[in-house]
């Protein structure tokens, strides 16, 4: 099955700094990529998604990019605020059609006014 | 638009004993998903129905945990007994397949201890 890798597995920057969060993949076949944002006690939320027909994709201060030759994707968050702090996971698709995402471990991102 | 409904939000209950949880879907949602929540880690999948019908549960742990989705719709998970390792919080999700949507919506979760 497909195996996620997410790394760092804690990060903190100041407010104002960029933050990327890395996570590979094992599966070839995996060809849907989201982030999911979930706060301290809440449910996760989707954030940014990529599909790998396309290599990079933007939402405002967020970006992710995919490379899917070495099979790894990243979360970038541009202009960080304290509202950015949470926990961010990346996933991945073992087959087409979304069936069953399988999750990496998470990120905690602290950002300091 | 109601989101994922789940209940309880907190259980507490002592070893080998029974526990059952309970997840209203987004109205329309034909994909369920409970996934487990330990602390510190991402979720992992415990079982996907697509309506009525399981159709990945190769993660769920047979012995002692059981979930049902009759008519396609709400769907209980169930665990009998319990262990001190199933202490985590069960998330469940739901997914539009009619749309060209990859999104989980996902519920509270309910958090279980097992003492």
């Known amino acids: 099955g497909e195996n996620v890798e997410q790394h760092p597995s804690t990060l903190s920057v100041q407010e104002g700094d960029s933050a990327v969060i890395k996570c590979t993949y094992s599966?070839?076949?995996?060809?849907?990529f989201p982030w999911y944002k979930q706060e301290l006690g809440k449910r996760p939320q989707l954030i940014i998604d990529?599909?790998?027909?396309?290599g990079e994709k933007k939402d405002q201060r967020i970006a992710v990019t995919l490379n899917k030759t070495a099979k790894h994707f990243s979360l970038h968050i541009t202009e960080t605020q304290p509202e950015d702090s949470a926990v961010y996971f990346c996933?991945?698709?073992?087959?087409?059609?979304?069936?069953?995402?399988?999750f990496g471990k998470g990120t905690m991102l602290l950002v300091s006014p | 638009e109601a989101g994922v409904v789940q209940s309880p939000r907190y259980k507490i209950i002592e070893k080998k004993q029974p526990v059952a949880f309970w997840c209203n879907p987004i109205?329309?949602?034909?994909?369920l998903y409970w996934y487990r929540q330990n602390l510190g880690q991402g979720p992992e999948l415990l079982i996907r129905?697509?309506?009525?019908?399981?159709?990945?549960d190769s993660q769920l742990p047979k012995d002692r945990f059981s979930a049902e989705r009759l008519k396609g719709v709400d769907s209980t998970l169930k665990i009998q007994p319990a262990e001190l390792g199933d202490s985590a919080v069960y998330l469940c999700?739901?997914?539009?397949?009619?749309?060209?949507?990859?999104?989980?919506?996902f519920g509270e979760g309910s958090r279980l201890t097992v003492l």
């Open positions: 999700a739901s997914r539009d397949r009619g749309r060209d949507t990859g999104e989980l919506f």
């Open positions: 599966d070839s076949a995996s060809n849907y």
């Open positions: 990529i599909r790998s027909n396309v």
């Open positions: 996933a991945a698709t073992p087959n087409s059609g979304y069936s069953t995402l399988t």
């Open positions: 109205s329309g949602h034909n994909t």
């Open positions: 129905y697509e309506n009525e019908e399981a159709v990945d």
